[in-house]
């Protein structure tokens, strides 16, 4: 039998992992990057970055766009705290990835947006 967790373990641990992205005098972000590593625009999580979670899903507070995008075609976001430590990365793409995005390739300078984020801990 494998382990299966309550809404309150599911709560708690959510919590604790985005309580690292407030760690640090300032707001967290979110890098959009390649799959090599290079950040294509970077956006700017609210402090605290999340509220409290409740069934085990804990929501994003407001995200500041980014609106000078460096450009390039996006694979992953970089979640990470104001000092820059790496939190938690996720996948990106047009489907079947953690964050949806309408078009995978960002170009220079525009206007990058993420209007609603989640993190999930799973029951089991």
């Known amino acids: ?29 979110i890098e959009y990057q390649t799959a090599g590593s290079a950040v294509v625009a970077t956006l700017t999580m609210s402090d605290p970055a999340f509220g409290a979670a409740a069934a085990g899903v804990a929501t994003a507070s407001a995200i500041t766009d980014d609106t000078s995008a ?5 694979t992953k976001a970089v979640i990470k705290d104001s000092d820059g430590t790496e939190v938690f990365t996720c996948t990106v793409g047009t489907s079947a990835t953690d964050i949806i995005v309408d078009n995978a390739v960002i170009g220079a300078g525009v206007t990058v947006s993420l209007t609603s984020f989640t993190y999930t801990q799973p029951a089991s």
């Not at 382990?3 to 967290?28: C, K, P, S, W, Y």
Request: charged residues 10%; negative net charge.
């Open 70 to 74: 460096a450009g390039g075609t996006v």
């Open 1 to 29: 039998m494998g382990i299966t967790m309550t809404t309150a373990a599911r709560n708690a641990a959510a919590d604790a992992v985005v309580d690292l992205v407030d760690a640090g005098a300032g707001a967290g972000t």
